[in-house]
């Protein structure tokens, strides 16, 4: 085993490769080459590329329990949904390509997974069974992993192709008519005001099942 190598300084790693190169250039050999080790060093910790997401991502998830661990234990199912998708949100935007390392991974940690309980716990309390708690954890961590990984493909640098998402060239690309998907492509407001409206839609979804 390589002296000074955990899994602590591989997903550091990991992540800083990820913010440099973006999720398709995340590879075991690309990390250990910046760790400055041979590839088979990294398998004693790793077993593959899936193994090292399952890590990074339990990383990001321990810090999103922490964050939720501060805000106050009343807060109703609603406000506390609310928090955890923010929060959420929050963590993947510190990362190029975050919600990406996401989607289809398995937590490392017990702790991580045992921490929905009081998620749970709430959501039962306030009236859903464990069936629809279970959904509505699941519908909030969907929907925040579908909006960050496209907000994040939106506000890539695009040198190669900077009109992209330019809505002048898709009007005109458009061309005559489609007034309506016109004026609602202008209405689009990427960011924070997007997230919250789409959020409670998301939410009043979920109280609906409570009447």
């Known amino acids: 085993m390589a002296k000074g190598i955990t899994r602590e300084r591989i997903v550091a790693a990991a992540l800083d490769l990820l913010n ?3 999720m398709d250039a995340l590879t075991v050999r690309a990390l250990a080459s910046r ?6 060093a990294l398998y004693w910790h790793v077993r593959n590329k899936q193994e090292l997401l399952d890590e990074m991502s339990t990383f990001v998830m321990r810090r999103v329990i922490q964050a939720l661990s501060e805000i106050d234990p009343g807060a109703g199912w609603r406000d506390a949904m609310a928090a955890y998708a923010r929060v959420l949100r929050s963590e993947y935007l510190k ?3 975050g919600a990406r390392i ?5 937590f490392s940690d017990p702790s991580v997974v045992t921490a929905k ?4 716990e709430s959501l039962t309390g306030a009236g859903f069974s464990l069936a629809e708690a279970d959904d509505a954890i699941d519908l909030i961590t ?4 579908g909006f960050v990984i496209e907000e994040q493909e939106r506000n890539r ?5 900077p009109e992209r998402y330019s ?9 005559e008519g489609a007034d309506l998907v016109k004026a609602a492509g202008h209405l689009r407001d990427d960011g924070d005001q997007r997230f919250e409206r789409q959020l409670g839609v998301v939410l009043d979804g979920l109280a609906a099942r409570l009447r």
């Open 117 to 120: 309980d009081p998620w749970l």
């Open 102 to 106: 996401f989607s289809g991974t398995r």
């Open 35 to 40: 760790l400055g080790v041979g590839a088979p």
């Open 142 to 145: 969907a929907f925040v992993v």
């Open 20 to 22: 440099d190169k973006g």
């Open 95 to 97: 990362h190029r390509d």
């Open 157 to 161: 640098p695009r040198d190669d192709d």
């Open 167 to 175: 809505l002048e060239g898709r009007d005109e690309w458009l061309g």
